[in-house]
């Protein structure tokens, strides 16, 4: 049987990468893989999650066809590559780093997938963008101000299992493996 895509999905700043990092261990034991992304970021900036490569390197991955999925935000490329459909086939899952902006792009590939979108408390939100220290208070306030277009409709559209991250981390990834258990309401 196929796998299922997950597609983990959040404002800036609201625990995406943490929350992946911190759950890459558990989701492994579960046959879950996390799919490293390729961005045109620098290398300092991208950190060891993802794949940093220049603009033209991008252009020619995305012209061989290596990426399943791929979307512009915040001024950056980002390519999901290939090879998940391949782990998608051999049944195994996968958890994506996803957009809010590509959700309508991605569900009609994935139509089965499994939307997660995590939240966190709008006065938490800037602090952590600005305790993180990875881009200009010019760059946070547009991140911000990207969210204004997402926020209430996507809370409430259907398919979309929300995740709060304003507590602690480890509750969140005790939730989100949660949710992924068969069985579950998010997953039926
Ligand atoms: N539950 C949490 N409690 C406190 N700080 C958190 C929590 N989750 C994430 N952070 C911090 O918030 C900042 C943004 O998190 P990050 O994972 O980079 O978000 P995203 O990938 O969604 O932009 C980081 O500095 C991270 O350490
Ligand atoms: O359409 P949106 O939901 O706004 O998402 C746009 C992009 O921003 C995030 O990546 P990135 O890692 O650059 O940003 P972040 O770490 O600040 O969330 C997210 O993973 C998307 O790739």
Redesign the pocket.
Known sequence: MAGRLIYL?GP??SG??SLLDAARAPLAERGCRIVRRV?TRSAEAVGEAAQGVSPAQFATLQAEGGFALS?Q??G?S?GIPRQIDDWLAAGDDVLV??????LAQTRARYPTLLVVLLTVDQAVLRQRLLARGRESVAEIDA?LA?NAQ?SDSLKAAPGVFLLDNSGPLAHTVARLLDCLQPGHSACA
């Open positions: 999905i800036s700043g995406k990468d961005i979307w935000a915040n950056l980002y780093n996803g957009s809010r902006g590509h991140r990207r997402f």
